[in-house]
């Protein structure tokens, strides 16, 4: 058996007030200089926070700055434009800077440390990044988080939509990881089985989690704590098949389909629900957690087309054709349009 070098972060740090100790953890880590940025006007909401607590540990604050841009072009130049003394790179806010900056550290083989501001998707600790390449949004490869430090207080903050679409970019490992499971048995690749579990034992832990509200730590807690193991399970993997499967495909084709798409885990999450049904795989689960956290209460207010959808299921398999999930077969793209136009619960999110 060949010996395989997995990349997971030696930092992990999740709770109320962390981001007042950024100084100590990376000062654990032995990181002396940084390269800061962050999302748009972030620094006024966080900037001094995070520059008195690595000022108090003596850490070089090299840069500091707001990202706005994810084309890739942009992205090179502001790598190679960065203190040879950089000794990190950290990225402060949603998924934007998240992909830059860790895109950027890929670039320059340096160590990447993510302090997502919102709980929308798994992107914080995964090892892709997604940029604007000659105009189209492109997956690339990145740089895998060596260390995320969360605060709670800080994701509580944030409108609830982003913690919706937290829930449903996690809930959504339910059906990959039944597509991944369907694409081994059909012969077209190999199912990893410790990746698997992990990704498994991820959602599981999440939907069993006992919650009043959405903002409760212990959920936010979970949510984090579980997005964070759908990066390493990719990790293990070497490719996203553990956490997107035809879900996720749909999403990326309503990205190219409509001019404004919703958040990546909303998008997502509908997919999730749809799937799970052609599936025949814990659709009932998938109902009862969307439920019970309010997520379909907040879709349902969305002014979703549905007309939308089904040119999605259509064109999903054309976004990874190398892949061959239920969506690749067009018997499961007929079910799934029936169950977008017949399903009780689709018809509370699409209004008809």
């Given at each position: ?8 972060p030696t ?22 200089s ?8 972030l ?8 520059k ?19 084309d ?16 990190a ?23 990447f ?7 929308s ?9 997604s ?18 430090i969360?605060?709670t207080?800080?994701i ?16 959504s ?8 499971l ?11 089985d ?5 990704a ?43 956490t ?13 389909i ?6 990546h885990?909303?998008?997502v ?28 209460d907040?879709v ?14 259509d064109?999903a398999?054309?976004i ?20 977008l ?12």
């Amino acid at each position: 058996m060949n010996n395989m070098h997995i990349a997971i972060p030696t930092l992990l740090k999740v709770g109320q007030g962390t981001l007042n100790h950024i100084g100590e953890y990376l000062n654990i880590q032995g990181i002396e200089s940084v390269s800061l940025f962050f999302g748009n006007d972030l620094i006024e909401l966080f900037g001094q926070q995070v520059k008195e607590s690595l000022e108090k540990s003596e850490i070089m604050i090299l840069e500091m700055k707001e990202l706005d841009s994810t084309d890739i072009n942009d992205i090179i130049s502001l790598a190679f434009a960065m203190d040879m003394k950089t000794q990190a790179v950290v990225g402060i806010g949603g998924g934007k800077v998240i992909d830059v900056a860790k895109y950027a550290a890929y670039l320059r083989k340096l160590p990447f440390i993510s302090v997502p501001t919102s709980a929308s998707s798994d992107g914080f600790s995964s090892a892709s990044a997604s940029l604007m390449v000659d105009g189209r949004r492109t997956s690339v490869p990145a740089r895998m988080a060596a260390g995320i430090i969360i605060d709670t207080d800080v994701i509580k903050s944030a409108p609830k939509k982003f913690i919706y679409s937290g829930i449903g970019d996690l809930v959504s490992k339910i059906t990959s990881l039944y597509d991944w499971l369907y694409e081994d048995r059909q012969g077209y690749t190999t199912l990893d089985d410790f990746a698997s579990m992990i990704a498994k034992k991820a959602v599981n832990s999440f939907v069993r989690t006992p919650f009043e509200t959405i903002t409760d730590d212990l959920f936010l807690r979970e949510l984090v704590n579980s997005l964070a193991m759908s990066g390493i399970a990719n990790e293990i993997a070497g490719s996203s098949a553990p956490t997107s499967g035809s879900e996720h495909l749909i999403s990326h084709a309503l990205d190219r389909i409509l001019e404004q798409p919703q958040l990546h885990g909303v998008q997502v999450g509908i997919a999730t629900y749809l799937m799970s049904v052609v599936q025949e795989h814990r659709y009932k689960r998938v109902n009862t957690i969307f439920t019970d956290t309010g997520f379909w209460d907040f879709v349902s207010t969305l002014d979703l087309n549905i007309e939308d959808y089904e040119k999605a299921i259509d064109m999903a398999p054309s976004i990874k054709p190398f892949r061959h999930l239920y969506i690749h077969e067009e018997k499961y793209r007929r079910r799934a349009k029936k169950v977008l136009y017949h399903d009780e619960v689709m018809g509370k999110v699409f209004h008809r």
